[in-house]
């Protein structure tokens, strides 16, 4: 069974421009939620969807975005990108949401 | 204060030995409890998944999850070289997972 699968794996960025990740959960996974690993931060939470609607969202700038489409596949987006925007974006998928989270390999930002 | 308290080590143990982890937490709405192992460049992997307060065993993995002291623990047993990773804490509520800091773990050969 494929696991969480997240495009690109790295990208560099300038300050100013705008990014979009990609992530596929799991086959019949529903529930796809998105974080930010940074080495002082942590995993911070981003925000989640279930069924295309955002049910939670963490505290960050409305700069971070997402969406998720028909077929649970979800994207976010990073407008105006700053230094401090570098980071590991990890995604998860579960059946339901209230349910073990698998995570994708994530994919490495870099502003430079 | 942070919702999540895990000690950062490093751990360093010897192969073969228990290597014993364990986090706080302060929010008592937190329902579920997880723990995974982060290998550098990969993803957060589910180690284990528990609900109620007790044990729980999968192999040389035991989690242990006390409510009342809002303390969770994994134990794992006979230790190998393949076990070197960061190890994080992690808890549910309300479609969303708090992260304990991760714990990096090198065992010795």
């Known amino acids: 069974k494929a696991g969480v699968t997240q495009t690109p794996r790295y990208l560099i960025k300038t300050r100013g421009q705008q990014v979009t990740l990609s992530c596929s959960p799991i086959s019949g996974h529903r529930s796809v939620s998105w974080y930010q690993q940074t080495p002082g931060q942590g995993l911070q939470f981003l925000f989640e969807y279930f069924s295309e609607t955002q049910r939670n969202k963490g505290n960050f700038p409305g700069r971070f975005s997402g969406r998720q489409f028909s077929n649970s596949r979800s994207e976010m987006n990073v407008s105006t990108l700053e230094l401090g925007d570098s980071a590991l974006y990890l995604c998860?998928?579960?059946?339901?949401?209230?349910?073990?989270?698998?995570f994708g390999d994530g994919t490495r930002l870099s502003i430079l | 204060q942070k919702e999540v308290e895990q000690d950062p080590g490093p751990l360093s143990v010897p192969e073969g030995a228990i290597v014993s982890l364990n986090c706080t937490y302060s929010?008592?709405?937190?329902?579920?409890f997880m723990w995974y192992r982060q290998y550098s460049r990969k993803g957060p992997e589910l180690l284990m998944y528990?609900?109620?307060?007790g044990n729980k065993e999968d192999g040389r993995f035991t989690a242990q999850v006390d409510k009342s002291s809002k303390y969770i623990s994994l134990f794992i047993r006979d230790s190998q070289p393949s076990d070197s990773a960061t190890y994080l804490c992690a808890m549910d509520n309300d479609y969303k997972l708090s992260f304990g800091a991760g714990t990096t773990v090198t065992v010795r050969a």
């Open positions: 998860a998928s579960s059946r339901e949401g209230n349910q073990p989270q698998h």
């Open positions: 929010n008592s709405a937190f329902q579920y």
């Open positions: 528990t609900y109620s307060s």
